[in-house]
């Protein structure tokens, strides 16, 4: 008897875990644990975490979906990789459903270091299809790297969650981020690729204290950030801060249906259809911005065919360069400018300039560098109401002031690296840089602050390649030290 026993027990351990793959059944246990041991994990049928249970994914495991099938939580998942083993998670064939996780507020699920690739259908065709859809649910998502998905992240009633250092690169029609009713909600150094079709790259309705910063938004159908209302409720508390937005067909940031007490500082705003609009009794505030070779600089307007009213919007201490039109407002709208630089239209308002802002290397791609140099025309001429610059001088105007850097040591001089393409890229770079001493030392450092590569050149090396390519998508550093000074710059690998 004890010996059928066993032989029963390997069987239905070789029928579990065959060719070195696990197929996964539709109920797991209440807190599973998938292992690389037991990696790939194949499911054939829709997996439901049930409520109080939890999912743990250990790193580097790879799962299986097949179509039409759905990971759906009620419970909580923990998708733990690192960056030396992610998580994959993608179609068995060629498309699968996508990641549901159903009124999850009180248990927080953490995605990281995860890669999801070819979700394309939600469960019920009333919801929006995301690879991540999010209601009533508490999430966090971080280091993440979605791939060719129908949308990106849906979130719906997901107060406070975080989505942070992520790249988003799906092909095909669909927001990259849409969130609702999601109070202090944060999008930070985040890499969103082009966003197709009649859809923003991230896009925030009625949702209160929304932080989004310092991320890449290259290029789209529609809009680069745009928040507004849902159910006649607006947004009220969002900041826009530190962002690079590029080659977006309509507007880089668009502020709409009544949202109140909103932020929108130090972003680069490069080549879009209007760089910043207010519509429909939003209220917002530009300040320290930088907006190059947009059809519209700024636009503050009154919305046809939308009842909330006109816009609001006040500009300060920002750039608006090489732009078919500088300024414009409806009758019925608001705008005011003050110490503001336009290259050839003089703004009306207190303070205003037109002149030369010497962009350091301007270009209507994600290439162009916009610190300023020594002789622009922004310099020392911001509001002097404003805080001093770090070198106890009057504010720039711009993003960017004076001998600005990622962590500068000399204030004297200006020694920022001048382009480094393609960024991100693959791993291949090369980078244009002004030494200044005979011997230079360029290190790469990982998030971690770990030296991957080293080299010393002379410095009448103008232009430098470097092969990164084996090592793992992510965020680098890349650091040029010479005799008096130390620039950083911030790389990524897809």
């Given at each position: 008897?004890?010996?059928?026993?066993?032989?029963?027990?390997?069987?239905?351990i070789?029928?579990?875990?065959?060719?070195?793959?696990?197929?996964?059944?539709?109920?797991?246990?209440?807190?599973?644990?998938?292992?690389?041991?037991?990696?790939?994990?194949?499911?054939?049928?829709?997996?439901?975490?049930?409520?109080?249970?939890?999912?743990?994914?250990?790193?580097?495991?790879?799962?299986?979906?097949?179509?039409?099938?759905?990971?759906?939580?009620?419970?909580?998942?923990?998708?733990?990789?690192?960056?030396?083993?992610?998580?994959?998670?993608?179609?068995?064939?060629?498309?699968?459903?996508?990641?549901?996780?159903?009124?999850?507020?009180?248990?927080?699920?953490?995605?990281?270091?995860?890669?999801?690739?070819?979700?394309?259908?939600?469960?019920?065709?009333n919801?929006?299809?995301?690879?991540?859809?999010?209601?009533?649910?508490?999430?966090?998502?971080?280091?993440?790297y979605?791939?060719?998905?129908?949308?990106?992240?849906?979130?719906?009633?997901?107060?406070?969650?975080?989505?942070?250092?992520?790249?988003?690169?799906?092909?095909?029609?669909?927001?990259?981020?849409?969130?609702?009713y999601?109070?202090?909600?944060?999008?930070?150094?985040?890499?969103?690729?082009?966003?197709?079709?009649?859809?923003?790259?991230?896009?925030?309705?009625?949702?209160?204290?929304?932080?989004?910063?310092?991320?890449?938004?290259?290029?789209?159908?529609?809009?680069?950030?745009?928040?507004?209302?849902?159910?006649?409720?607006?947004?009220?508390?969002?900041?826009?801060?530190?962002?690079?937005?590029?080659?977006?067909?309509?507007?880089?940031?668009s502020?709409?249906?009544?949202?109140?007490?909103?932020?929108?500082?130090?972003n680069?705003?490069?080549?879009?259809?209007?760089?910043?609009?207010?519509?429909?009794?939003?209220?917002?505030?530009?300040?320290?911005?930088?907006?190059?070779?947009?059809?519209?600089?700024?636009?503050?307007?009154?919305?046809l065919?939308?009842?909330?009213?006109?816009?609001?919007?006040?500009?300060?201490?920002?750039?608006?360069?090489?732009?078919?039109?500088?300024?414009?407002?409806?009758p019925?709208?608001?705008?005011?400018?003050?110490?503001?630089?336009?290259?050839?239209?003089?703004?009306?308002?207190?303070?205003?300039i037109?002149?030369?802002?010497?962009?350091?290397?301007?270009?209507?791609?994600?290439?162009?560098?916009?610190?300023?140099?020594?002789?622009?025309?922004a310099?020392?001429?911001?509001?002097?109401?404003?805080?001093l610059?770090?070198?106890?001088s009057?504010?720039?105007?711009?993003?960017?002031?004076?001998?600005?850097?990622?962590?500068?040591?000399?204030?004297?001089?200006?020694?920022?690296?001048?382009?480094?393409?393609?960024?991100?890229?693959?791993?291949?770079?090369?980078?244009?840089?002004?030494?200044?001493?005979?011997?230079?030392?360029?290190?790469?450092?990982?998030?971690?602050?770990?030296?991957?590569?080293?080299n010393?050149?002379?410095?009448?090396?103008?232009?430098?390649?470097?092969?990164?390519?084996?090592?793992?998508?992510?965020?680098?550093?890349?650091?040029?030290?010479?005799?008096n000074?130390?620039?950083?710059?911030?790389?990524?690998?897809?």
């Open positions: 008897m004890k010996a059928r026993l066993i032989i029963i027990s390997i069987l239905l070789f029928t579990k875990q065959f060719a070195g793959q696990t197929n996964l059944p539709s109920t797991l246990d209440c807190n599973e644990i998938l292992t690389i041991a037991g990696s790939p994990y194949i499911v054939n049928t829709s997996i439901t975490i049930q409520a109080n249970c939890s999912l743990t994914v250990d790193a580097g495991v790879e799962i299986q979906m097949a179509e039409n099938t759905h990971l759906i939580v009620k419970g909580k998942v923990d998708f733990i990789g690192t960056a030396a083993q992610p998580i994959f998670i993608h179609a068995k064939d060629t498309i699968w459903g996508n990641i549901f996780l159903d009124s999850t507020n009180t248990q927080k699920s953490i995605f990281n270091y995860v890669k999801i690739e070819n979700a394309r259908n939600s469960i019920d065709i919801q929006n299809p995301a690879a991540l859809y999010g209601k009533y649910s508490s999430l966090e998502i971080k280091n993440c979605f791939k060719n998905n129908l949308r990106c992240i849906y979130i719906y009633n997901c107060p406070n969650t975080l989505i942070k250092s992520c790249i988003l690169d799906s092909t095909n029609t669909g927001e990259k981020i849409l969130g609702q999601c109070d202090n909600a944060v999008v930070d150094s985040s890499i969103l690729y082009y966003t197709h079709g009649d859809c923003d790259a991230i896009d925030f309705d009625a949702s209160k204290n929304v932080v989004i910063s310092n991320n890449y938004l290259y290029g789209g159908d529609d809009d680069g950030i745009d928040i507004g209302q849902t159910d006649s409720v607006g947004c009220d508390g969002v900041t826009m801060e530190g962002n690079y937005i590029y080659n977006f067909v309509n507007k880089g940031i502020c709409g249906e009544y949202c109140v007490n909103v932020d929108v500082n130090y680069v705003i490069v080549g879009c259809g209007l760089g910043i609009g207010a519509k429909s009794g939003a209220y917002v505030i530009a300040d320290h911005n930088t907006l190059y070779h947009n059809r519209v600089g700024i636009n503050s307007y009154h919305h065919n939308q009842i909330w009213g006109p816009g609001h919007l006040t500009v300060n201490n920002s750039i608006i360069d090489d732009s078919d039109t500088t300024w414009n407002v409806d019925t709208a608001f705008l005011s400018v003050f110490y503001s630089l336009s290259n050839d239209t003089l703004i009306p308002g207190i303070g205003n037109t002149g030369d802002p010497m962009f350091f290397s301007p270009l209507p791609n994600p290439s162009g560098n916009f610190h300023l140099l020594p002789l622009s025309a310099v020392d001429n911001g509001d002097p109401a404003f805080a610059d770090p070198d106890g009057r504010s720039d105007i711009g993003r960017y002031y004076l001998n600005q850097n990622t962590s500068v040591t000399n204030l004297n001089q200006y020694r920022e690296f001048q382009i480094i393409y393609p960024n991100p890229g693959n791993g291949n770079f090369t980078i244009r840089l002004i030494p200044d001493y005979k011997i230079n030392t360029l290190i790469v450092q990982n998030i971690l602050g770990e030296t991957i590569w080293k010393d050149f002379f410095g009448n090396t103008r232009e430098y390649q470097i092969d990164l390519s084996y090592q793992s998508s992510g965020i680098y550093y890349l650091k040029h030290y010479s005799k000074n130390l620039s950083i710059q911030k790389v990524i690998i897809y």
